[in-house]
C-alpha cells in the first residue's frame, strides 16, 4: 500500500515562488515520482517526474527552467521547487507514484489528495 500527502500549496504573487511536498508511506523508494496539476475544467497535465533513484527527470515544456523536482529517499520525500511562478500555474497539484518512469498520468496508480496552488497576477 502507497499513500502520498501534498503539502506546501498555498497563494502567491507571479513572479514568487513555492516549494511543495509529497510525504510518501509504502514501498516508493522503488517507484518513480511525479507531479500533475488540474485546473478548473481542464484534464490534468503532467508537471514533472522522478526516477527511483534521482538519476532521471522530466519536465512539461512549460515549466522548464522554472519548476526542479527531487526527492530524498531517505526521509521518503518528494519535491517541486516552483519558481517565477504565473498565473497560468495556478491549479491543484497533485503527487503520483508507479514503477515506470512515466510522463503520462494513466500510468500512475498511486495518487495524493492534492494541495491549491494560486498565483495572482
Given at each position: ?88 500555474d495556478t491549479a491543484i497539484y ?28
Amino acid at each position: 500500500q502507497v499513500q502520498l500527502v501534498e503539502s506546501g500549496g498555498g497563494w502567491v504573487q507571479a513572479g514568487g515562488s513555492l516549494r511543495l511536498s509529497c510525504t510518501a508511506s509504502g514501498r516508493t523508494l522503488s517507484m518513480s515520482m511525479g507531479w500533475f496539476r488540474q485546473a478548473p475544467g481542464k484534464e490534468r497535465d503532467f508537471v514533472a517526474a522522478i526516477s527511483r533513484n534521482g538519476a532521471l527527470t522530466s519536465y512539461a515544456d512549460s515549466v522548464k527552467g522554472r519548476f526542479t523536482i527531487s526527492r530524498d529517499n531517505a526521509k521518503n520525500m518528494v519535491y517541486l521547487q516552483m519558481n517565477s511562478l504565473k498565473p497560468e500555474d495556478t491549479a491543484i497539484y497533485y503527487c503520483a507514484a508507479d514503477g515506470t518512469f512515466s510522463t503520462a498520468a494513466y500510468e500512475y496508480d498511486w495518487w495524493g489528495q492534492g494541495t491549491q496552488v494560486t498565483v495572482s497576477s
